[in-house]
């Protein structure tokens, strides 16, 4: 069914390249920016976000900062409009498997629907959105190379960050979720609907595991993994093959 109102190229709008990065906060977008070299490259309002721009096209470009499942889907289906085909999306999450620390990194091999933007897009709350699988191998490969705890498997994408109970938590704990988060399954369904490829990565900012809320936002771990992480994704798409699949 054809939607009424769609994201639109006007003659204002960039030609964006294939890829494109998305950092859910402001920090990680400002130490992408940094890392990217593109501090002094051509930026934009983006909505309520910023976009940078590769210099003379090329390379990725890097939108951010955005939250919830709502206005993610909403920035993506605007670059997607511009000419992105291949979306690297950064964020925080909340661990809920014992397993997972704070520091840790998580790469979500699926979204377990919990929003209410994946149903627009085709699928139903409690299904499991999935990204890309070559991005996911390529990304797994990265991971590989960096001195930081890191887990693949599911994560638990809410729009109410405020109602994560403990009857909740037990759920999805005895389901094998890895962590909790707000905006990956809502990317994982638009980009599949838009036949487009996306990947995600996440890291672990807070832990939810024994029903307790134990933040890390100041913890080292978190601090350190993140600046490592930024560093080697820069690296990463400094490859001119790293948006192909």
Known sequence: MTAI??????????QLGPVAVMAATQPDFKDLRAALAMDGQRQRPLYMSRLCLPDKGHG????????????????METLIAWGAKTFLFLGWCGAISPQVRTGDIVLPTGGMIDEGTSPHYGMAGGQIARPSAPLVKKVSALLETLDVPWHAGHVWTTDAIYRETEAAVRRH???????????????FAAAAFRGV???????????????????????????????????????????PEAGES
């Open 60 to 75: 990725p470009c890097l939108a951010g900062p955005m939250i919830g499942a709502p206005y993610a889907v909403m920035v």
């Open 5 to 14: 109102v769609n994201p639109v190229k006007n003659r204002n709008s960039p």
């Open 197 to 239: 490829e996306v990947v995600s990565l996440l890291v672990v900012s807070d832990e939810l595991s024994s029903l307790t809320w134990c933040p890390g936002f100041k913890d080292s771990r978190f601090v350190d993994s993140r600046r490592t992480l930024v560093t080697a994704l820069a690296a990463f798409l400094s490859d």
């Open 173 to 187: 704990q005895g389901q094998g979720v890895l962590a909790v988060e707000m905006e990956t399954s809502a990317l």
